[in-house]
């Protein structure tokens, strides 16, 4: 986010895993992980303060210091990093060609490219986890190979997710009941979400992972689909063609097997030797 000031000058700030702003007076935003400090002022592990015209402060806090803050004399979105952000989930209407084409160049888990804010920009690591539970989808498949019915998914439960999540101002006690944030902390081995359903956890791209696999199957590929929605004269074509190829596959194992059963006695026990000597050098190695 940044703040503009009336000189052209901006504050330009990433908050990290753990950045904060504070406002003297106000309510601290209430975290999962970390918490802000609401008993002194300036809070602890404060790295600036801002005061303003009306009297107003506003602290700028990150206990781990993974944030960054920038002061510009340019509009952020006309440089870099901003320039290079992906759309806004919350603000910018997406249609749904350009969300499609949007991942299906990317070929990396779908948990991954969302994660990538050049992709799409403002969606963390729960927000992340929470769609793809809400669309169904598993966090490792890969972006490139989802269809555009599963695609279709993921783009509204993308925007669903983001903006219950700004509309409740990010009080978790808002979110819906049925929503993974809930039970997805700690990696807790005995993780269940309401209904009862197990919640699993793995690493993607580095970062952890919550899914429920009766919900979120991992399949090889969409090509199932994809065939669903070829014309009929397509389909029975691409059908016909896997047939064929399969029956030319067990041609070629009978003809081999014919052909391993008519070699000769002294082929045999050659071969027979071969192992034994392949078996024996294995054991005393």
């Not at 009080?171 to 990696?187: E, S």
């Amino acid at each position: 986010m940044w703040l503009s000031f009336e000189d052209e000058r901006f504050v330009l700030v990433h908050f990290g895993m753990t950045g904060a702003l504070s406002v003297l007076g106000e309510r601290a935003l209430k975290f999962v992980e970390f918490k802000v400090d609401e008993e002194n002022w300036p809070p602890k592990f404060y790295k600036f303060v801002l005061e303003f015209e009306n009297g107003k402060k506003v602290a700028y806090t990150d206990p781990r210091r993974f944030g960054r803050v920038q002061l510009r004399d340019q509009h952020p979105s006309l440089s870099m990093p901003v320039m290079k952000l992906g759309f806004d989930p919350y603000l910018d209407v997406v249609t749904i060609e350009t969300f499609v084409k949007a991942f299906k160049k990317r070929n990396k888990a779908i948990k991954s490219a969302l994660l990538d804010q050049s992709v799409c920009a403002g969606i963390g690591n729960w927000m992340a986890d929470e769609i793809l539970y809400q669309s169904g989808i598993h966090p490792e498949m890969k972006a490139s190979e989802l269809n555009d019915v599963e695609l279709g998914k993921l783009r509204n439960a993308m925007f669903d997710v983001t903006k219950k999540a700004v509309d409740s101002d990010a009080d978790a006690n808002r979110f819906p009941d049925d929503w993974l944030f809930h039970h997805r902390w700690g990696k807790d081995s005995n993780a269940r979400m309401k209904n009862g359903q197990k919640i699993h956890f793995l690493e993607v791209g580095g970062r952890t992972t919550a899914f429920v696999p009766t919900i979120q199957k991992k399949t090889s590929s969409s090509s199932a689909s994809t065939l669903n929605n070829l014309p009929a004269n397509k389909r029975q074509k691409k059908a016909t063609a896997s047939v064929v190829v399969e029956k030319s596959n067990k041609k070629k194992k009978t003809t081999t097997t014919t052909t391993t059963t008519t070699i000769s006695a002294p082929q045999a026990a050659a071969r027979a030797t071969r192992r034994a000597i392949k078996s024996a050098f294995f054991l005393v190695r």
